[in-house]
């Protein structure tokens, strides 16, 4: 029983996806590359309209990270009904079931995490501080704010790429089963002419 519960463990899945794929991808270079021009374009914004701007962006993206979760689950939902039990024992039987339906789960815990962090990050625009160090740290936290979110909105829409090559692995297992259909039409009506020929 254990052994079933680390199966379906987050981390082991990700052991088994790669951690390479989390890190070592397009969507993270650009999730810290456009942030890096709003972080620079933020020393000219004045403090006081810095802290509402803030607020205003983290009541946007928490109304966005509650949207787009609701959609990558029900997204998730849809793939797994209009999925039938060959071709979910086909992924099983490649070792593809994660590889496949990893990326939704991961996506949803993004998703999730950075609607907690605009909880976060609304708490502390929120705080009344005006201190010099404390404007550098918020613009730090909204700079991280920021790339976090454009990473979960790429790895949101790489989901496409992923539905399209579970289609392709789809496809692939009715032709071959129907190569294989045909076939045992063919084998058994052979049989059958040969049961004629012999009575």
Known sequence: MSNVKNKFDFFEMLKIYGYSKLFLCKELYISILIPTIYFYLLYFIDKEQMRNLILEICKLLFAA???????VISGFAI???VSDSNFLFFLNRRNLNIKFFFPFYL???LWAWHAIFSLDVFLIASINIKNEIFQVIL???LYLYIAFFIYCLLNTVSLVRMILRLGFEKV????TLGNINSKLITLTHEQDIKKQENA
């Open 172 to 175: 692939r297992l009715d032709e």
């Open 65 to 71: 990270d509650a949207a787009v979760l609701a959609i």
């Open 139 to 141: 613009n730090f936290i």
């Open 107 to 109: 996506s949803s815990i």
């Open 79 to 81: 793939l797994l009904s």
